[in-house]
């Protein structure tokens, strides 16, 4: 079966640039969560959707990060305009329920 | 205060050896308790839930003190495959987890 996805595994973009990171959940998972880890800090919560609905969108960080998830299948994170500070490694998750979470491999973001 | 906090390390320990990891939480509140276990540059993977009752995996021992707030990680007879980074993480209850920075673990031969 196969896991968590996650599209680009890495990307380098210029300040000001629009990035758009896809993630394809494990088959069946109504829950999908985006978490990011920046350079030195831990892994911390952007939000989380349950099949197309955002349930908790509390730590995304303000209103250059838009995440949707249409058809409540794939999920996308678009980043615009891009600023130095969000460079780092960006997870996406996936559940049945709230104990047992899988995480993609990253996606990671280096904006210069 | 940080809401989960660990020591960051690196623990370096030689192979065999026996090392523990202690986190703490700030919310009496937190209802499950995880560790996860990092390699580099990849993703965080679940090692073991922890239970109240303590509960263990092999050479893996985890244990929860709620009155203290704190949660520990036992690894018995280290081996080198062992070394990465190990992530407390802690759920209040929502489907929001909360992770520690983690603890650095190099096992040396």
């Known amino acids: 079966e196969a896991g968590v996805t996650q599209f680009p595994s890495h990307s380098v973009i210029e300040k000001g640039q629009t990035v758009t990171l896809r993630c394809d959940p494990i088959?069946?998972?109504?829950?999908l969560y985006w978490y990011r880890r920046v350079m030195g800090k831990e892994i911390k919560f952007l939000l989380h959707?349950?099949?197309?609905?955002?349930?908790?969108e509390s730590g995304m960080p303000n209103n250059r990060f838009l995440a949707e998830r249409t058809g409540g299948t794939y999920s996308t994170l678009k980043v615009q305009p891009a600023e130095l500070e969000d460079s780092g490694v960006y997870f996406c998750?996936?559940?049945?329920?709230?104990?047992?979470?899988?995480f993609g491999e990253g996606s990671w973001l280096t904006v210069v | 205060r940080k809401e989960v906090e660990q020591d960051p390390g690196p623990f370096n320990v030689p192979e065999g050896a026996t090392v523990a990891f202690n986190c703490t939480y700030s919310?009496?509140?937190?209802?499950?308790f995880f560790w996860y276990r990092q390699d580099c540059r990849k993703e965080p993977k679940l090692l073991m839930s922890v239970y109240s009752s303590g509960n263990e995996d092999g050479r893996f021992t985890a244990q929860l003190n709620r009155a203290s707030q704190y949660i520990s990680l036992l690894i018995r007879d280290s081996k080198l495959s062992d070394s990465a980074t190990y992530l407390c993480?802690?759920?209040?209850?929502?489907?929001?987890?909360?992770f520690g920075t983690g603890t650095r673990l190099k096992v040396l031969a």
């Open positions: 088959s069946g998972h109504d829950n």
């Open positions: 959707f349950v099949k197309e609905s955002k349930q908790d």
């Open positions: 919310n009496s509140a937190s209802q499950s």
């Open positions: 993480v802690v759920n209040e209850g929502t489907y929001k987890y909360i």
């Open positions: 998750a996936s559940s049945q329920d709230r104990y047992t979470i899988y």
